[in-house]
């Protein structure tokens, strides 16, 4: 679904022994400015990321949310040839726990799909 709330990516990760690997960011640069990227929160766990109910897999140090402006564009992004030659520089750095697109919902949207979700299983 495209729609006026865009996409989203929720990343959580932690940081491997070593720098940041520079090369990723070079190469996911370029892809991500074409795609409409926008970082819209992130951070440390413990300095501004607090879990309020559950449990982030064992040893995360990290969460980021990016926005685009659309599921395509995401999807556009992800698959593109640039980022995926970047994904193994990133590897080298950061052991990511999950990566999750999560397509944007009005109140309405998301309200109408739980409740089918319910009815299903019933």
């Given at each position: 679904?495209?729609n006026?709330?865009g996409?989203?990516?929720?990343?959580?990760g932690?940081m491997?022994?070593?720098?940041?690997?520079?090369e990723?960011?070079?190469r996911a640069a370029?892809?991500?400015?074409?795609?409409?990227?926008?970082?819209?929160?992130?951070g440390?766990?413990g300095?501004?990321?607090?879990?309020?109910e559950g449990?982030l897999?064992?040893?995360?140090?990290?969460?980021?949310i990016?926005h685009?402006?659309?599921m395509?564009a995401?999807?556009?992004?992800?698959h593109?040839?640039?980022?995926?030659?970047a994904?193994?520089?990133?590897?080298?750095s950061v052991?990511?726990?999950?990566?999750?697109?999560?397509?944007?919902q009005?109140p309405?949207?998301m309200?109408?799909?739980?409740?089918?979700?319910k009815?299903r299983?019933?």
């Amino acid at each position: 679904m495209d729609n006026r709330l865009g996409a989203y990516i929720v990343a959580c990760g932690t940081m491997l022994e070593g720098e940041t690997n520079a090369e990723y960011a070079a190469r996911a640069a370029g892809p991500a400015e074409e795609a409409g990227l926008k970082v819209i929160a992130g951070g440390l766990l413990g300095t501004n990321v607090e879990v309020l109910e559950g449990a982030l897999p064992e040893r995360t140090q990290f969460m980021a949310i990016e926005h685009f402006p659309s599921m395509d564009a995401l999807k556009s992004f992800w698959h593109s040839e640039g980022y995926q030659s970047a994904i193994p520089f990133r590897q080298e750095s950061v052991k990511m726990h999950f990566i999750v697109a999560l397509d944007g919902q009005s109140p309405e949207e998301m309200s109408a799909e739980l409740q089918e979700a319910k009815e299903r299983s019933r």
